[in-house]
């Protein structure tokens, strides 16, 4: 099958919308977001279940085939140049996404891919610009699943345009983000950390003493903007 699948709004359209990217070490830049289904993961916080769960959404409600051609046009319409592939994990689609991102770089698009870091790029990582890495912690609750994938994780460190950035509860996870970035000699500049939460109060609480990890130690910090300007919504 050569078709995308892709999360589907209330109104049927596919997810994807423009509006600026909320997170990580492109936040606030103007983007058109493609939302993708299907997850190899589990995240107990995850704000987009509903690209992967179902046993709480029902697939065919959510979900929905899109043709390349379809992907692309739907894209064209909308004003950013700047696309970030997002999921679920779209690199579990990594054969159809070559092609729209193909089309997309001959037309002059920026690419922003965002991943779990647990399935390889393949090919995408001679097309995408950037790579949005977020390795899952302990607490996000992936039990019984490969969450820190070694020889995934060290091929995206080799990428100088790929960006770690960590989903932090408290300071119990700095720990796990230090011995990772050791273990995959990830330099500095290239960890973010950002606050989990998913209301604009969980965000408030948890960043100010983030911030000072991150001015302590060297690394970014990340809030995430359109939780703060637009609540726990989609297509925003």
């Known amino acids: 099958m050569d078709d995308l699948l892709v999360s589907r709004m209330a109104d049927g359209r596919p997810e994807i919308f423009a509006s600026i990217q909320g997170e990580g070490v492109s936040a606030g830049l103007p983007s058109t977001f493609l939302r993708l289904a299907i997850c190899n993961l589990r995240c107990a916080w995850c704000d987009t279940a509903y690209t992967w769960d179902w046993d709480r959404y029902d697939r065919a409600d959510q979900t929905m085939p899109l043709s390349i051609d379809s992907a692309f046009d739907a894209i064209a319409a909308l004003s950013p140049r700047n696309v970030v592939i997002t999921g679920g994990e779209p690199l579990i689609q990594h054969r159809q996404l070559e092609r729209l991102v193909q ?3 001959v037309r002059g698009y920026r690419i922003e891919v965002e991943t779990n870091g647990t399935v390889s ?3 995408l990582r001679e097309l995408v610009d950037q790579f949005n890495v977020s390795p899952k912690l302990a607490h996000s609750g992936n039990e019984g699943l490969i969450r820190i994938d070694p ?3 060290r091929e995206f460190a080799s990428l100088d345009f790929a960006f770690f950035k960590f989903v932090v509860q408290d300071a119990a996870d700095l720990a796990e983000v230090e011995a990772l970035r050791e273990q995959f000699s990830l330099p500095p500049d290239r960890v973010v950390l950002m606050p989990e939460g998913r209301t604009a109060a969980e965000l ?3 960043s100010p003493w983030l911030a000072e990890v991150c001015t ?8 995430r903007l359109h939780i703060l300007i637009w609540g726990d919504k989609r297509g925003v």
Request: net charge positive; hydrophobic share 25%.
């Open 121 to 123: 790029p393949g090919d």
């Open 103 to 105: 089309e997309l770089k």
């Open 204 to 206: 408030t609480a948890r």
């Open 216 to 223: 302590e130690r060297g690394y970014r910090f990340s809030t």
């Open 151 to 153: 020889p995934v994780l």
